[in-house]
């Protein structure tokens, strides 16, 4: 399914997406879309510059949306593995996550993901490996 | 260089730290032991369970700290990449991680880690690799 | 620079090639094809399936030939880490291998890949991290 | 099961190992070890020095024999996803590679391992999320 404007919202009102500044900003057909402005509270060493964990949480979350938005109702997913490439500094946000799903079986789903500076520059990327579990949405991510 | 007590305790009280959870414990010898007790606001979308992303964040933080503890002065590290691998849901906390390096070349550090729960039950393992930098200690997490 | 037909034709006679039965294809402008076309000697434990290694072992060939069709005179490139997703069942060959780097440093290069069968289904998906090196031109794969 | 020598025997004969120079020498309780005495012809670029991918097909072969070894009959696995790091030049064998499961549920495990050369210097490292599936036992790797 593709979100709505309206369900994404619900969504991204969670504490986690408001603590690391998080928003989903669409998720259909498989991929799924996301902005980071992290607050100060998540930029360490460096002011300014999200921490790589935060980069990362991210890219989890992008990759669960971009699963789920072809999920039937009553499944959910859950990461078994992601591996993360740090390609340049994180310097000028906001940030913009696109993840894409690249095969899924009854099981299994596999995803990749890249994230953008403000200016389109490449920052991370990665890819993403997901168990498909029976559940009622609740993106663990 | 082993890090004494109030070393750590400096770095502790940073902001992502304390935002997340995340306590250095002991940084000697190319090991690094760290603590996470996640607050309600990273614990999503199950109450009392970290989030993915905190769990990788304090893996990156720890593999840091396990490299830099045999850096020399004027010298630090940052992330290349990482993968991470959830075993088990994170269920019980605190979790504590232990990471290692493994091998340390001029401009490389490769490490490992490993993430438990109150039970010593495995939570998540993962690998990293990190760039060595010229830079006045900043640990990179 | 953009390898020749000729230049390719050298290459593709070595002997790990020949064992495996790897022909590159194309190198130019950090993207780089290759062709799988497993003898029986490395299709095992599946008679007409190749082994993952076999899989890996052209993804991380192919990926060295897009980094090194962009490095300039007097440089190559080596492999710092690789993952590797294997999506459905390597049945039918040839396999294709597409490499595609994403972003290269002064030092470091990463590139993602694809393998796909004969009907361009996926098989296998890939993240790898090359560091460039002082080296006259010998592909490290 | 721990594998006996004679049923180890039976599969060190097969076709794929002895064209890469595999030979399993243990497999019991979650763990297993394997040397790797590559012939000429999977030492490329460098003679003597066997290619990445070569190391690769022995981690996810002794990483599968570890799993295998705690499996009951007839249930077999196969590898879903493996990340590899290349630590040190692998000059001097024979390589030992030494696999062990880290975690393991009713449809995944989880495993690391480690390649050493002749002098025990690690060469490369790497984990692995496997499935396991039902089929009578012939090790996918």
Redesign the interface.
Known sequence: MTFTPDQLEQFNG???????GIRIEKAGDGKAEALLSPP???????PGQP????L???M??TMAWAIQSVLAKGLSC???????????PAREGPFICRAET??Q?G??A?V?A?ILDAQER?VA???G?F?IIKMDF????
Not at 14 to 20: I, K, R, S
Not at 138 to 141: D, E, Q
């Open positions: 969670n504490l986690l997406y408001a603590t690391v100060a509270r998540v930029c360490w060493p460096f921490h790589g964990g935060v990362f949480t991210i989890d979350t859950t990461t078994i593995d992601l591996a993360i490439q740090y390609l340049a690249t095969h079986t099981r299994l596999f990749r890249d490449p990327s990665g890819q490996t168990r609740l993106p663990n991510s």
